[in-house]
């Protein structure tokens, strides 16, 4: 198709079931979380005089965070929302794969600064 959606000759279209099939193999799952990465990637190898681990560390302590918030009940019953649990779960697999993609050895590395079992545990609760 071209942009005044007259198609050109010989031009084959596709219909919206190929197109919606198609997609399921090209399209990110979660384009936002791939902006991110890609991001985040991008400002580790682009910034070669900061330490990688001024980025790592403030995922890792972003991750404890909220693994603290959702195991700790004290905290944890401060959430009026039950939406919130939900959210700060999303958050935290976020960060993870953020704090995966940018360091060099990865999230579930023994060296990892991010406590996986404990995150893990968690998210299984």
């Known amino acids: 198709m071209r942009i005044n959606n007259v ?16 997609s399921l193999f090209y399209a ?19 910034n070669k005089n900061l330490p990688i681990e001024n980025t790592t560390d403030c995922l890792s302590t972003m991750a404890s965070v909220c693994r ?20 700060c779960l ?12 940018a360091h060099p050895v990865g999230a579930f590395a023994k060296t990892s600064k991010i406590d996986m079992k404990g995150c893990i545990k968690v998210f299984k609760d």
């Open 90 to 101: 999303r958050v935290m697999v976020g960060i993870i794969k953020l704090y995966d993609h």
């Open 28 to 46: 990110e799952a979660t384009p936002m979380l791939k902006t991110l990465s890609d991001a985040t990637t991008k400002f580790v190898s682009e």
């Open 68 to 87: 603290v918030m959702l195991e700790m009940l004290e905290y944890r019953s401060r959430f009026t929302n039950e939406e919130t649990v939900s959210f």
């Open 7 to 22: 198609p050109a000759e010989g031009e084959n279209e596709v219909n919206n079931e190929l197109a919606n099939r198609m």
